[in-house]
């Protein structure tokens, strides 16, 4: 008779994803929760997070990097870039949840994208490439139709460091905390803010804010 282990946190991550409304498959959710428990083990050597309860990463770090998932427009094939990507977030979530993506985490450190390329090989996703880079250094050979980043930089900075990575009619999708009001106005006058979206992250209670900017006078 074959015992199947339960994961101890599957029932908050399931609750956490019908409350984003993502429905993703028992597959996808062991998957996250095997990036959970890649991430607690290598923490407790390599820091790569203060956030050091597993309990605390699904709702800090999975639900955070997921939450705005039904915000992004990328279609089956969408290059995404996560600009400094750190221990992988959103990028590891994000390509769990979206195995039709291809996904590239971008980091300058490489203890970080030595873990990340652990968490590849461990957990199987041929849909992400890690890059020890420095973002203003990188030139890829295609654009990204969704350059993404968790905590990277200020807006301004975010959109100066990348825009030569952006695909036409690409987009950036900055995920903030607080609404950044003062980032906003200072903004390039060549960008435009297409939209803010509010997030609500199950078991977050910071504000979190999808911040969606585009090349004004790009292709919509």
């Known amino acids: 008779m074959t015992v199947v282990t339960v994961h101890p946190l599957a029932d908050a991550l399931a609750a956490g994803l019908a409350e984003l409304g993502l ?13 959970v428990d890649l991430l607690a083990k290598w ?29 992004l427009s990328g279609e089956a094939g969408c290059r995404v870039l996560d600009v400094g990507s750190g221990f992988g977030t959103p990028g590891i979530p994000l390509a769990i949840a979206r195995p039709d993506w291809q996904l590239f985490l971008l980091d300058s450190n490489h203890k970080k994208t030595t873990f990340l390329r652990q968490v590849v090989v461990d957990l199987q996703l041929p849909n ?55 980032e906003i106005a200072q903004l390039a006058v060549d960008i435009r803010v297409a939209s803010v979206d509010h997030l609500a992250v199950p078991g977050l209670e910071a504000e979190r804010h999808l911040v969606h900017l585009k090349m004004e006078n790009a292709a919509a």
């Open 128 to 182: 992400v490439t890690v890059l020890t880079e420095r973002v203003e250094a990188y030139r890829p050979e295609a654009g990204f139709q969704i350059i993404t980043s968790r905590a990277f930089a200020d807006l301004g900075e975010f959109v100066k460091l990348t825009r030569h990575l952006l695909a036409p009619g690409g987009e950036w999708a900055a995920l903030k905390g607080v609404y950044p009001y003062e």
């Open 23 to 35: 429905a993703l498959s028992s597959d996808q959710q062991h998957t996250l929760l095997a990036y």
């Open 43 to 71: 923490n407790k050597t390599y820091s790569l997070t203060a956030i050091r309860e597993p309990e605390r990463m699904v709702s800090h770090h999975l639900l955070d990097s997921l939450a705005p998932l039904p915000r």
